[in-house]
T-cell receptor, first 111, second 112 residues
Framework: AQSVTQLDSQVPVFEEAPVELRCNYS??????LFWYVQYPNQGLQLLLK??????LVKGINGFEAEFNKSQTSFHLRKPSVHISDTAEYFC?????????FGTGTRLTIIP | DVKVTQSSRYLVKRTGEKVFLECVQD?????MFWYRQDPGLGLRLIYF???????EKGDIPEGYSVSREKKERFSLILESASTNQTSMYLC???????????FGDGTRLSIL
């Protein structure tokens, strides 16, 4: 079985500062990894995905993530955040049919 | 762009009622999913469907059933609604295994 841990439930960051949202997973086999964003009162939107190839993955809105197989991590980063990045972020791992989500990290941007 | 449409954004029902949540996707996707989202618990899979008339239980199927009579439509049914089913319900679709899932905007369901 696979599982996902998002260590931080809330992350406050000053505007234009960098941010890292942490995600660790456990799985006995190779998996595919995703980050989703949920803006208030909306569904989930795909930020980026890792299926294979380069371990540094670039997504929408200036976000990127790095897949680290030895540490079983897939942390999300952005060098400079904006007020519009205020949202909840979910890491997810997929193996065949099911997608398993972490419990989410609420990113709050401080003006 | 993939469009997943959930029929209601907000719904209020009474305990014991039979409740239908509808979801339609426009990209001819094979797979469809129903999740519920609760604070601090993330998204939990209720049911999913690989194809028309096929369904599989997810992690929390108790108290729910589903119907998929047409490829584009996947319905979630609360047979006899209870207050602990008050939640945000999200529908998703996917072209094939290990491809990203595309989500609707969700239905916030309150059971009184």
């Amino acid at each position: 079985a696979q599982s996902v841990t998002q260590l931080d439930s809330q992350v406050p960051v000053f505007e234009e500062a960098p941010v890292e949202l942490r995600c660790n997973y456990s799985s006995s086999v190779s998996v595919y990894l995703f980050w989703y964003v949920q803006y208030p009162n909306q569904g989930l939107q795909l930020l980026l995905k890792y299926l294979s190839g380069s371990t540094l993955v670039k997504g929408i809105n200036g976000f990127e993530a790095e897949f680290n197989k030895s540490q079983t991590s897939f942390h999300l980063r952005k060098p400079s955040v904006h007020i519009s990045d205020t949202a909840e972020y979910f890491c997810a791992v997929s193996r065949y049919e099911k997608l398993t989500f972490g419990t989410g990290t609420r990113l709050t941007i401080i003006p | 762009d993939v469009k997943v449409t959930q029929s209601s954004r907000y719904l209020v029902k009474r305990t014991g009622e039979k409740v239908f949540l509808e979801c339609v996707q426009d990209m001819d996707h094979e797979n469809m999913f129903w999740y519920r989202q609760d604070p601090g618990l993330g998204l939990r899979l209720i049911y999913f469907s690989y194809d028309v008339k096929m369904k599989e239980k997810g992690d929390i199927p108790e108290g729910y059933s589903v119907s998929r009579e047409k490829k584009e439509r996947f319905s979630l049914i609360l047979e006899s609604a209870s207050t602990n089913q008050t939640s945000m319900y999200l529908c998703a679709s996917r072209a094939q295994i290990n491809q990203p899932q595309h989500f609707g905007d969700g239905t916030r369901l309150s059971i009184l």
